[in-house]
């Protein structure tokens, strides 16, 4: 089928038919390979009730929605958009997914009605190859002020989100404002930026809750500093797996002050297998945010995620050991974490602070053959902890100390009881060893860790492939 809807001659400069449908609410076009457009010749459609649309792995498409005949008639454009819709609205389209479209090379036109996708709240592509922009003019971004969710993976021509760079925001009357909640980017090998072009005063993103960039190779950097400084509400930041160099960078000729905040409503923060990141921002930041409950940096080159006193008071600006200024402030984090991510240079830069609120900790990430479990600093801190990860580390023992805490590499201090550690971790109900490639055992007579065990109310063991044996055949059969 190259067609759903045809008529069977045209004549030559006759006009578009106007033919309106009513009633569907969802348009489904799946694994149609013969399909060309939805109509053959000069039609105009009206979808009054559509409010979602999902296109499907149909290879042949040129125009699925539109026109087409503008593009046989000679009206070539340099990319043919998918939906060639200049007068044509979709009053109540509330849903957009397109998917494995290979031969898509862009969306729509730059030019689209006022109300085209007014409702529009979810856009969703996948798998469309050809695709360089999403948003390729500031006019076309502007019709789509009340979408809430983009999710774009897997295109591997994509270069930028929001391209509007042709655009003089110096002759804006005011600020476009959008309503954008929710951001995927994932699997996007040629991305170089999520927003390019934007000048001062022009857009704002100030609804924006949820970023998550994940496996961007070529990106460098992520926001410009007033494009971050609009982002007020934005709750959950998630960069995993790219060539990000810098979180944040000032545009050209725009200062910014280090008392300046970024997203003060940030809850939580991941920075994942980060290799060339150096820093946050550019210049000297050490971010407070108030309401951080999640913090989890890992793998991310030569950035710190902890600043010591020192730094903080007398260092501000400068790097040490060849490090760059690190985010955070421990004063000012540490008392609100609930869920932390902890590698060997952070545990011996926090050995003395206290993390009363601190329910999930993974601690890890201790290459040295020779590397001892941090038993007393964990014996320390984190009264209220209910999970423990271990990972990715040399250990050949958790909590290698006897029962009373005494013994092993790291000796704790205090009365020679059981009830002193124990009660320091009591509320600890799971316990996660992943990826422990020394680990030899976990259970021994008398030792903090069989004390531990007791209490365990979840154990998973991953990726320990010198460990023979996990808990003795004797407990076990009484248990």
Not at 268 to 290: D, I, Q, V
Not at 407 to 430: F, M, Y
């Amino acid at each position: 089928m190259e067609y759903i809807v045809a008529r069977e001659e045209e004549k030559h400069g006759e006009a578009a038919d106007i033919i309106v449908i009513p009633q569907i609410v969802t348009l489904y076009l799946h694994n149609m390979p013969k399909l060309r457009s939805f109509c053959q010749g000069k039609y105009i459609l009206e979808w009054p009730s559509l409010k979602e649309f999902i296109v499907e792995d149909c290879k042949a498409v040129e125009v699925i929605l539109g026109n087409a005949s503008r593009i046989l008639e000679g009206s070539v454009l340099m990319q043919r958009p998918l939906l060639l819709v200049e007068q044509v609205e979709f009053p109540n389209m509330e849903s957009m997914k397109i998917l494995r479209m290979d031969n898509m090379e862009k969306i729509w036109l730059d030019d689209l009605a006022s109300n085209a996708f007014s409702k529009l709240k979810t856009l969703e592509v996948q798998y469309c190859d050809k695709l360089s922009s999403i948003f390729s003019s500031y006019t076309m971004l502007t019709r789509f002020q009340n979408l809430e969710k983009i999710v774009v993976t897997n295109c591997e021509s994509l270069e930028v989100v929001f391209h509007i760079q042709e655009f003089n925001f110096s002759e804006a009357r005011s600020t476009s404002t959008f309503l954008l909640r929710e951001l995927v980017l994932m699997r996007l090998p040629k991305m170089k930026h999520v927003w390019s072009g934007f000048c001062q005063g022009g857009l704002s993103f100030r609804s924006l809750r949820c970023m998550q960039v994940i496996e961007c190779g070529s990106l460098k950097i992520l926001f410009l500093s007033l494009v971050a400084k609009s982002m007020t509400q934005l709750e959950e930041l998630v960069v995993q797996s790219c060539g990000v160099e810098q979180i944040i960078i000032e545009e050209d000729g725009v200062g910014m002050s280090t008392s300046n905040l970024f997203f003060p409503g940030l809850i939580n923060l991941k920075l994942l297998e980060l290799p060339k990141l150096r820093s946050f921002y550019e210049n000297s930041h050490t971010s407070t945010w108030p309401l951080l409950k999640e913090l989890r940096v890992r793998h991310c080159g030569k950035m710190r995620s902890f600043s010591s006193a020192c730094e903080i008071q007398s260092c501000q600006g400068t790097t040490t050991n060849g490090y760059q200024p690190a985010i955070f402030s421990p004063e000012k984090v540490i008392p609100h974490l609930e869920e932390l991510t902890l590698v060997s240079e952070d545990i011996e830069m926090l050995q003395h602070y206290f993390f009363g609120n601190l329910k999930d900790l993974a601690l890890g990430w201790y290459h040295d053959e020779n590397a001892a479990f941090p038993s007393n600093f964990l014996l320390h801190g984190f009264p209220n902890l209910e999970l423990l990860s271990v990972i990715c580390s040399s250990f050949e023992e958790v909590f290698p100390e006897d029962a009373s805490g005494h013994g092993g590499s790291t000796p704790c201090e205090g009365p020679t009881n059981v009830e002193k550690p124990l009660k320091a971790l009591g509320n600890l109900k799971q316990l996660e060893l992943l990826n422990l490639w020394n680990l030899k055992r976990i259970w021994k007579d008398g030792s903090l860790m069989a004390e531990i065990l007791k209490q365990i109310e979840f154990l998973f063991i991953w990726g320990c492939p010198s460990l023979s044996v996990v808990l003795p055949s004797r407990l076990h059969s009484r248990d």
